[in-house]
């Protein structure tokens, strides 16, 4: 088993994650509220409205593997660890600990109907008006697709840190508090640069669903009056400079527990 510390001591066993691109992808904790010390297992799910599973994961894909404690002090999970089923971390310092996954690239390729449905369903409206205006071929649409995944655990019940970014291509950034209920302002990113016209959606454990698009400095505010687990996601694409890859598509998450 390999071992590292920061202010966090990190027991790395393995890692999963999730091969279809047409699904949701998030990072699960069995405990978003941890004590200090601790254990908490970290899985990489696939699925729908926060109902999913984890399944395995080339460790070769992985492009980073971050926990970043509450004085700010990260690292990274190395990649030539040998993952199998998930990853078990000790939370040693009170106060919040940030956990971001970025996977390698991978090759998609769907037929022109089922990626325009995908489109709609992302709320991806820019790609589909520049589709319109392109002469139609029939040929499947090929796509580069990246995970992004990001989670807060409130060690001891304490949210610190949790407007910290981790440099993920595609990004969620809560700019309030997001284990207390109400409005939970966010920003967006890509590429570190604020993203607008974005749709952002929440999705909490019990099927609640809400969402909002990014104004032109790519933030949105989101009513998160619900207690428990949510998940924020934000889908982006951006045309592919490769001759034999139309898009390229990035996908961000975000999970915590709200509070009572």
Same mark, same amino acid.
């Given at each position: 088993?390999?071992?590292?510390?920061?202010?966090?001591?990190?027991?790395?066993?393995?890692?999963?994650?999730?091969?279809?691109?047409?699904?949701? $992808?998030?990072?699960?904790?069995?405990?978003?509220?941890?004590?200090?010390?601790?254990?908490?297992?970290?899985?990489?799910?696939?699925?729908?409205?926060?109902?999913?599973? @984890?399944?395995? $994961?080339?460790?070769?894909?992985?492009?980073? $593997?971050?926990?970043?404690?509450?004085?700010?002090?990260?690292?990274?999970?190395?990649?030539?660890?040998?993952?199998? /089923?998930?990853?078990?971390?000790?939370?040693?310092?009170?106060?919040?600990?940030?956990?971001? $996954?970025?996977?390698?690239?991978?090759?998609?390729?769907?037929?022109?109907?089922?990626?325009?449905?995908?489109?709609?369903?992302?709320?991806?409206?820019?790609?589909?008006?520049?589709?319109?205006?392109?002469?139609?071929?029939?040929?499947?649409?090929?796509?580069?697709?990246?995970?992004?995944?990001?989670?807060?655990?409130?060690?001891?019940?304490?949210?610190?840190?949790?407007?910290?970014?981790?440099?993920?291509?595609?990004?969620?950034?809560?700019?309030?508090? @997001?284990?207390? @209920?109400?409005?939970?302002?966010?920003?967006?990113?890509?590429?570190?640069?604020?993203? @607008?016209?974005?749709?952002?959606?929440?999705?909490?454990?019990?099927?609640?669903?809400? /969402?909002?698009?990014?104004?032109?400095?790519?933030?949105?505010?989101?009513?998160?009056?619900?207690?428990?687990?949510?998940?924020?996601? /934000?889908?982006?694409?951006?045309?592919?400079?490769?001759?034999?890859?139309?898009?390229? /598509?990035?996908?961000?998450?975000?999970?915590?527990?709200?509070?009572?």
């Amino acid at each position: 088993m390999h071992r590292f510390t920061l202010a966090t001591c990190i027991l790395l066993t393995a890692v999963t994650v999730g091969s279809a691109r047409g699904h949701d $992808f998030w990072l699960h904790a069995s405990d978003y509220r941890p004590a200090p010390d601790a254990p908490v297992l970290l899985q990489l799910v696939v699925g729908e409205r926060m109902a999913g599973s @984890p399944v395995a $994961f080339d460790p070769d894909r992985i492009e980073r $593997f971050v926990v970043l404690d509450p004085g700010g002090a990260g690292r990274t999970v190395p990649r030539s660890a040998r993952l199998r /089923s998930g990853a078990l971390i000790r939370t040693t310092t009170r106060g919040g600990h940030l956990v971001g $996954f970025e996977g390698r690239p991978a090759l998609a390729e769907l037929s022109p109907a089922k990626f325009s449905a995908y489109l709609r369903e992302e709320g991806l409206d820019s790609i589909a008006r520049q589709l319109a205006t392109r002469p139609r071929t029939g040929r499947p649409v090929r796509e580069h697709y990246a995970r992004c995944a990001k989670t807060l655990l409130a060690v001891d019940g304490d949210a610190t840190n949790f407007d910290r970014p981790l440099g993920l291509t595609l990004e969620l950034t809560p700019l309030a508090d @997001p284990t207390l @209920p109400g409005p939970l302002p966010l920003m967006l990113t890509f590429q570190g640069q604020p993203r @607008p016209d974005a749709l952002v959606v929440a999705q909490h454990a019990n099927g609640l669903r809400r /969402s909002a698009r990014t104004d032109s400095d790519g933030r949105c505010r989101l009513e998160l009056a619900a207690a428990g687990v949510w998940m924020i996601k /934000s889908v982006q694409m951006v045309p592919s400079p490769a001759a034999d890859v139309d898009w390229h /598509s990035y996908w961000a998450s975000l999970t915590f527990e709200v509070t009572e």
